[in-house]
């Protein structure tokens, strides 16, 4: 994938360990070499901490400005369950003033955990616990699966102008098939979680459109 095609910040929220895998893949995309390469990469950051502070806001910022070694751009994951004010509000400048190609991946139990203003210039993605879909989750991808391709395409209107709704439909799809396939075992299944993934990483690209990858999944999956 074109490292072009991804915004600059993303907040992921809910199940942490599924959040950070999908940072691992989306950074391994940005730097064209698989997620297996990430951890010796001399652009890539990983902060893990209870409390993100000012202190650690400033060292991201500064090592921000420095120019990449392989010029697409530095990445910088950080894991944490709560930021102090004066350090969402560093991190916020540090969004809201680049100073070379970089992106953040904040990976939180909670949107809550951050400034809203710094909430506000990130993509968000939600992951879902396993297993904590509502009723109304688990019919719709229920529905979904057992529909004609047509009626999938039908159902889907409700979704194709917000990337955050197909991103929650995505993962509940996901959580469906994965308990089916715990019942028995189809490769199918394990051919459409594959496909699912697939789309995910599409999903929060740029110029992807809802709609395209939805109309795409409804034929395949």
Request: aromatic share 10%; net charge negative.
């Amino acid at each position: 994938m074109d490292a072009g095609n991804y915004h600059q910040g993303y907040l992921l929220i809910g199940d942490t360990e599924k959040a950070t895998e999908r940072a691992m893949e989306m950074t391994g995309d940005i730097f064209g070499g698989g997620k297996e390469s990430i951890f010796s990469h001399p652009d890539f950051s990983l902060w893990e901490t209870e409390l993100f502070t000012i202190d650690n806001a400033r060292e991201i910022r500064e090592k921000s400005h420095r120019k990449s070694f392989f010029g697409k751009g530095r990445v910088f994951i950080i894991k944490t369950n709560f930021f102090s004010r004066e350090a969402g509000n560093a991190l916020l400048k540090t969004l809201e003033e680049p100073s070379g190609l970089s992106y953040f991946f904040i990976i939180t139990n909670s949107s809550e955990n951050i400034l809203e203003t710094l909430r506000s210039r990130l993509v968000v993605l939600k992951f879902e616990r396993e297993g904590n879909l509502t009723n109304e989750q688990e019919e719709l991808a229920g529905k979904f699966l057992s529909s004609t391709v047509d009626k999938r395409i039908e159902m889907m209107e409700d979704f194709i102008d917000s990337k955050n709704k197909t991103a929650d439909l995505l993962d509940s799809l996901e959580i469906v098939l994965r308990k089916n396939s715990e019942t028995v075992f189809s490769e199918k299944n394990v051919a459409s979680l594959s496909k699912l993934g697939n789309c995910r990483r599409l999903l929060f690209q740029r110029s992807s459109s809802p709609r395209m990858i939805l109309d795409y999944l409804s034929c395949i999956i």
